[in-house]
């Protein structure tokens, strides 16, 4: 009798790297750090990544790019190792920062990949030594330009953010009220400063307090003599009457 030999296939393997610098320069690994940060700020319940391996297409690992940066707000934050599109949340927005080295990509096939296929909802597109800003919108199965506003701001309306640049030029986000979220070195330098304020405080608080005590002090000091006197008025007058 023959035997029915079931066939074991192994799992597809979707690696965790594409074997490519994590980013440009200096200049965009640490912007890319430091807008991941902001995110994380800003969507603290969401999940927040960058240069991590996205695969688009179930069962094909080929089908694979790697944003710089990405926000998902329907996503739990933590550690991923790989991101499947078919398993994870919708992602809300792409940014990508470009050199003359990625600039095709960016504005090709990763613009292609994001609208066409993914309906990512807003995508940005920064290139930190360029200085050139653009923030796309999803429109059908393409992207439209957004328009700044008045303040040079692009609003990303349904995500209750803004995107621009600081009197530096840096790339930056902005909170609902049109204030800069904090970078991480910023809110250190903010952390130190409000402790040297609050250190300040304490200072003038222990200062006063040390001139209240004194004045007290000074106040009982004259109050006793000012007894004193009395009482040697009075037992002078008392051996006045005494003698008379």
């Known amino acids: 009798m023959k035997r029915e030999v079931t066939k074991i296939t192994d799992p597809i393997d979707y690696p965790e790297s594409d074997g490519k610098p ?6 965009h690994r640490n912007l890319l750090f430091q807008l991941i940060g902001a995110l994380e700020t800003v969507f603290p319940e969401s999940y927040v990544s960058g240069n991590i391996c996205l695969y688009y297409e179930e069962g094909n690992p080929k089908k694979m790019i790697s944003p710089d940066v990405l926000l998902v707000t329907r996503g739990e934050p933590g550690e991923k190792r790989i991101f499947k599109t078919w398993k994870e949340a919708p992602i809300d927005l792409v940014i990508e920062l470009s050199s003359r080295k990625t600039r095709k990509v960016d504005y090709g096939k990763k613009k292609h ?10 995508y940005v597109i920064f290139d930190p030594e360029k200085l050139n800003l653009e923030v796309f919108r999803i429109f059908g199965d393409g992207y439209e330009p957004v328009e700044e506003d008045e303040e040079d701001h692009y609003s990303l309306s349904d995500l209750g953010i803004y995107i621009s640049h600081d ?6 986000l902005l909170d609902h009220e049109k204030s800069f979220v904090l970078y991480g070195d910023e809110r250190v330098d903010q952390e130190r400063y409000r ?6 405080r304490a200072d003038q608080e222990r200062h006063r307090a040390e001139q209240e005590r004194h004045r007290a002090e000074e106040e009982a000091i004259q109050r006793r003599l000012a007894e004193e006197k009395v009482k040697e008025l009075e ?3 008392k051996r006045k009457e005494e003698e008379n």
């Open 235 to 237: 037992a002078l007058l």
């Open 167 to 172: 009197p530096d030029k840096r790339l930056r």
């Open 22 to 27: 994590m980013a440009e320069t200096d200049i």
């Open 195 to 200: 402790a040297d304020r609050e250190s300040y």
């Open 113 to 122: 990949i994001y609208s066409s296929l993914l309906k990512v909802p807003w």
